[in-house]
């Protein structure tokens, strides 16, 4: 629903009960085509050897089971909680550490990160440690660990300086600090629910010996799809059509050569959305409000979801095609000098009258999602159906090599 990204090939594939969907991966400074398989998608992004694989074998005149997708590897470059195929669940969890001396709480930071990188490696391993883990078809679990600017001000650490000011106060938020901000932001996903919850426990039990509190918690799940097609959210609408290409990638996701080339930051806002008014409207009325049609996803300027959108586009009488209060034009990158963000976003559902989307994207400099969001902000037509209630950005560490820990960067 948020930050229209444009451009659609190249996305990293979203690897579902149903199969592996087109929606982009990204890792290695690369972005492999839709369609590959995770295990291939891994190798080629760089994001540290796969390991796992097929199982299956012939005997006895039985036919073969279909061979098990490998697990997605902790280790590598990068955080797989980017790089690896978006998975059909996820659990946030963001964590504040105790006031504390500089020195006292960069130890305390470094053993919480010593232990989470235990926590998350061992999830993601082939043979867990936590019984309860080794059950059922392959998890196919990912994570990331990221740095709030709070936190990183407090103890001096060494993130992008774009991180430090956080994001500003936009128009129309309506924010509730218990849900958002913290000085550590964990994200889990996988097939499904039940590793999440069993590891968010585990992170939970780290944060607790580290002298670390549970700040705020949030799960989010995606559409079933078919044939490998986008998710759509809860206004009905597909949701994350266009995400960045390789190149693009490189400019507006990852950070630049250096330090920082292997991190990212994200952005996430937990953004309620008002089903049943928008279920009320016409549906021409929706899709100008969208900018977009609800059947296949296209433009209205276009024929086929992926089609890029045409933001000049007139009617005979001198209209936009696509209104320009539509969700679609104002989140253009024509209006932001080509800016894109790897937008991968989760629906909720915390009970009647609370649904939304979790918004999770991905950009190198947190101005890009500002610059973004004050245009939505200032015109969009989606404001009468949607409300921001959390926020949070936090800088998405480099990944961990094989023996090392996440989070070593910090204390340059």
């Not at 444009?6 to 085509?33: E, F, H, I, N, Y």
């Not at 978006?86 to 969890?93: F, V």
């Amino acid at each position: 629903m948020h930050a229209e990204t444009g451009k659609a090939q190249d996305q990293p594939p979203t690897v579902r009960s149903g199969g592996v969907d087109r929606r982009g991966l990204l890792a290695g400074g690369a972005v492999v085509a839709a369609g590959l398989g995770a295990g291939v998608t891994a190798l080629a992004l760089g994001g540290g050897n796969v390991r796992g694989g097929s199982r299956a074998e012939g005997g006895h005149g039985r036919t073969a089971p279909p061979p098990e997708p490998p697990a997605v590897p902790f280790h590598g470059v990068r955080q797989a909680g980017v790089t690896a195929p978006q998975e059909p669940a996820t659990q946030l969890l963001a964590l504040d550490l105790a006031p504390a001396a500089v020195s006292d709480g960069r130890a305390a930071l470094r053993g919480l990160l010593g232990a989470l990188t235990g926590v998350l490696a061992g999830a993601a391993g082939a043979d867990p440690a936590d019984a309860r883990l080794r059950d059922g078809g392959p998890a196919r679990f990912s994570s990331l660990v990221g740095v709030g600017p709070g936190l990183s001000a407090r103890l001096g650490l060494n993130v992008p300086p774009a991180l430090l000011p956080g994001l500003p106060e936009f128009p129309g938020d309506r924010l509730d600090p218990a849900r958002g901000g913290g000085d550590l932001l964990v994200q889990l996903c996988a097939a499904d629910r039940w590793p999440l919850s069993v590891v968010a426990e585990q992170v939970e039990a780290a944060g607790r010996a580290a002298g670390a509190t549970v700040r705020w918690t949030q799960s989010g799940f995606l559409a079933r799809t078919a044939g490998g097609a986008t998710p759509r959210n809860l206004f009905g609408f597909k949701d994350g059509t266009a995400n960045p290409d390789a190149a693009d990638a490189g400019q507006w996701v990852w950070g630049p050569p250096g330090p920082y080339e292997h991190g990212t930051v994200l952005v996430y806002r937990r953004i309620r959305m008002d089903t049943a008014a928008f279920a009320a409207l016409p549906g021409d009325r929706q899709e100008q409000v969208m900018g977009r049609r609800a059947g296949d996803g296209s433009p209205l300027t276009g024929t086929a979801e992926h089609d890029e959108p045409d933001t000049y586009a007139k009617n005979p009488d001198g209209s936009y095609v696509i209104p320009a209060t539509a969700h679609v034009r104002l989140s253009s990158p024509r209006l932001d000098g080509g800016s894109r963000m790897l937008r991968r976003g989760y629906s909720y559902d915390d009970g009647p009258g609370d649904r939304g989307l979790l918004f999770c994207a991905f950009v190198r400099d947190p101005a890009q999602f500002t610059r973004v969001q004050n245009r939505l902000a200032a015109r969009d037509a989606l404001n009468a159906f949607v409300e921001h209630t959390a926020s949070a950005v936090a800088y998405v560490l480099p990944g961990a090599p094989e023996g090392g820990t996440l989070g070593e960067g910090l204390f340059v």
